[in-house]
């Protein structure tokens, strides 16, 4: 049976057929290390996960390389760590690394309890500092990047097909684009690759001098780096929000660097999520964390209710869509528990190989006996075929009051970034802060 995948660089959906049947490679970007993912990160976490899971099955596990990486080097995570260093009194490169370290660990959890497997491949930027380097110097040496006052940036006019995959002409994306205004700059849609750091910023030697990498050419080296030999990848996914500028000029490095092969033969883009019908925002306190959200749902609730929406579909995350999918869940569940998971029935394949038809393949499993029921529900990563709630450890209710007492300590001194961490620590644990007239309160959510 095909599978047929639809390409955001064709506008058309294809039969997949890998450059190598003996090795299918896919690369996804991965989350920025410097605070808990949300609920809008689970959607590509857990969509590409289904696709690793048909891959397998379809060419095996051992023929499927699955790469998945974490950006630990940004300005965010710069900006977060100096406010911990500050907050803590300790060195900002110590405050960098725990920061990173601890949120690449959080993430990890929180999508492993979404049912996700680990990829193959778990790349960090900071591994690949060389090998962006030498991207770079192929691409200044090539004509396609120019050194201007420390930076290096790659010359958009030299790609004579720039915005191939966001179908936008280069007028179209300088009118509709947040362009940063350098004096150094050629043209106004050229882009970093390389740029300075002071002494208090991260920092590696290279021949334009100390700096650090721009977000773009971390992922065109660690693709290369992890998903070679070869110019050339079988599929590139991500968040619809990632297609321009991030995987507009991934292409482009990419191609320059490497004589105008492709980077991706496809690229898949899952669709934005929403919160009750609104955009999900703190101001309008509809922000969710996976984490926050996991306090109060099982894992396998949160990944069959956004299963039940086509990936490339916008999606309403809804509190009542969660209730109806646990009961769903429940009543499957109760009809499968006693048997095995035998794999999947033609039926359902059929939906899910054409284009991950999540709904089709969900509809399918309503007309199933309760072998395929069972066979279905373990292909979409419900291996367990029993809801379970993990039990929280005892919680020590002394510890707890101490930890509050030094975050109220922490507030009254406006030292605003220590409580927020302490706050933060507690709710990784499952213990909820509430903040009220008569102080704070807390609950554990199970």
């Excluded at 619809?240 to 492709?262: K, M, R, T």
């Excluded at 709904?359 to 279905?376: E, F, N, R």
């Excluded at 970034?417 to 007239?437: F, M, Q, T, W, Y």
Aim: hydrophobic share 40%.
């Amino acid at each position: 049976m095909p599978i047929r995948l639809y390409n955001t660089l064709s506008k058309t959906k294809e039969d997949f057929a890998p450059l190598d049947p003996g090795r299918v490679r896919m690369y996804v970007c991965g989350p920025t290390v410097y605070d808990f993912a949300h609920i809008g990160n689970a959607r590509p976490a857990i969509v590409f996960d289904l696709l690793y899971r048909l891959l397998r099955h379809v060419y095996g596990p051992a023929h499927v390389t699955y790469a998945r990486n974490f950006t630990d080097v940004d300005d965010k995570i710069n900006a977060r760590a100096a406010e911990i260093a500050a907050a803590r009194n300790i060195p900002v490169d110590a405050a960098r690394a725990e920061l990173t370290a601890t949120t690449e660990r959080q993430y990890l959890e929180d999508v492993r309890a979404l049912g996700c497997l680990d990829p193959d491949e778990m790349p960090r930027a900071t591994e690949h500092i060389g090998g962006m380097i030498a991207m770079i110097e192929r691409l200044v040496a090539d004509g396609f990047a120019y050194a201007a006052e420390g930076h290096v940036l790659f010359d958009v006019s030299k790609k004579s097909d720039y915005g191939k995959l966001a179908r936008r002409s280069l007028d179209e994306m300088i009118a509709g684009a947040r362009v940063d205004v350098a004096p150094y700059k050629k043209g106004a849609m050229d882009f970093v690759l390389w740029k300075p750091s002071d002494e208090n910023t991260p920092g590696w030697d290279s021949p334009w001098g100390r700096g650090r990498p721009g977000w773009h050419i971390e992922c065109s080296a660690m693709i290369a780096a992890r998903l070679g030999p070869g110019d050339t990848i079988d599929i590139h996914g991500g968040g619809i929000d990632l297609v321009f500028p991030h995987h507009e000029n991934e292409i482009a490095q990419s191609e320059g660097a490497h004589h105008g092969h492709p980077l991706a033969r496809v690229w898949m883009h899952n669709g934005f999520l929403q919160v009750e019908g609104e955009k999900m925002s703190k101001s309008l306190g509809n922000f969710f964390t996976i984490r926050e959200l996991l306090a109060d749902w099982p894992g396998e609730v949160l990944r069959f209710n956004m299963l039940r929406t086509h990936y490339r579909q916008p999606i309403d995350f809804t509190f009542a869509g969660l209730k109806e999918s646990w009961k769903l869940l429940e009543r499957w569940y109760a009809r499968t528990e006693p048997l095995t998971d035998p794999g999947p029935d033609a039926a359902f394949l059929e939906a899910l190989s054409d284009d991950l038809n999540t709904p089709a393949a969900i509809a399918s499993l309503h007309q199933a006996d309760d072998m395929a029921l069972a066979g279905g529900l373990g292909f979409l990563g419900f291996s367990n075929v029993q809801l379970k709630i993990a039990a929280r450890p005892a919680v020590d209710e002394a510890e707890i009051h101490r930890a509050i007492a030094a975050r109220n300590a922490a507030r009254a001194a406006k030292n605003f970034a220590e409580s927020d961490h302490i706050r933060d620590e507690l709710l990784a644990r499952g213990i909820v802060l509430k903040d009220g007239p008569q102080g704070t309160t807390w609950e554990v959510k199970r």
